[in-house]
């Protein structure tokens, strides 16, 4: 089946650095991947859909500046947290589509944690 | 525009006893209906998903759900319940329109024994 792996699972930055999260789709070409926030037990936040080769589409109230996304290749997106502050300490989830009639994939998750 | 509603945040059964969690959709048009299942400190495992064939939908871990257009429904079930499936389980409908998917607020399953 359609594997999403998303890297690192866990991370611990100070404030004010930047984190970078990937999210590689491992056996199918993902045009478009997603990007989800999810808050202690909460539901899932869209944060933005990546499109390959071209810019990202944000969701009301995501600042395009402190979430940068890049889906450079049909298989890779990467979401770049900068100048981190701990009220951005969040669970971060990634999904890939290869039809979206299959669903989507979803990967592991990565916990930041700003201090 | 989609949408789907989970009702109860929280259910508890005892191991062996029958799972039913509800799931209700808002669409104007046929939906893509999906149910995950989310482990702590993980992502998200399809459980199974409805894309207007069978209304009858059978996934894994002994999971099933059924669509009934009439009530907009979607309620996921399971005959026997087991330790293992202690989770979060989200209810989400495909939205062409938007190209995305739009996720109920989750509804935590316990099994006690």
């Known amino acids: 089946g359609a594997v999403v792996s998303q890297h690192p699972s866990r991370v611990i930055c100070k404030s004010g650095t930047s984190v970078k999260i990937e999210c590689r789709s491992l056996?199918?070409?993902?045009?478009?991947m997603f990007w989800y926030r999810q808050f202690p037990k909460k539901s899932l936040m869209l944060m933005a859909t990546?499109?390959?080769?071209?810019?990202?589409?944000?969701e009301q109230g995501v600042e395009k500046d402190k979430f940068l996304i890049n889906h450079a290749s049909l298989t890779l997106s990467t979401l770049t947290v900068t100048s981190a502050h701990p009220e951005d300490s969040s669970f971060y989830i990634c999904?890939?589509?290869?039809?979206?009639?299959?669903?989507?994939?979803f990967g592991s998750g990565t916990r930041l944690t700003v201090v | 525009a989609q949408s789907v509603t989970q009702l109860g945040s929280h259910v508890s059964v005892s191991e062996g006893a029958l799972v039913l969690l509800r799931c209700n959709y808002s669409?104007?048009?046929?939906?893509?209906l999906f149910w995950y299942v989310q482990y702590p400190n993980q992502g998200l495992q399809l459980l199974l998903k409805?894309?207007?064939?069978?209304?009858l939908v059978k996934g894994i871990n002994g999971f099933e759900a059924e669509f009934k257009k009439s009530e907009t429904s979607f309620h996921l079930t399971k005959p026997s319940a087991h330790m293992r499936d202690a989770a979060e389980y989200f209810c989400?409908?495909?939205?062409?329109?938007?190209?995305?998917?739009?996720f109920g607020a989750g509804t935590r399953l316990a099994v006690h024994p």
């Open positions: 999904s890939a589509s290869a039809d979206r009639v299959d669903g989507y994939t």
């Open positions: 056996d199918f070409q993902a045009t478009t």
């Open positions: 990546s499109n390959e080769g071209s810019k990202a589409t944000y």
């Open positions: 669409s104007s048009v046929p939906p893509y």
């Open positions: 409805y894309t207007s064939a069978a209304t």
């Open positions: 989400a409908v495909f939205s062409g329109g938007y190209n995305k998917l739009i």
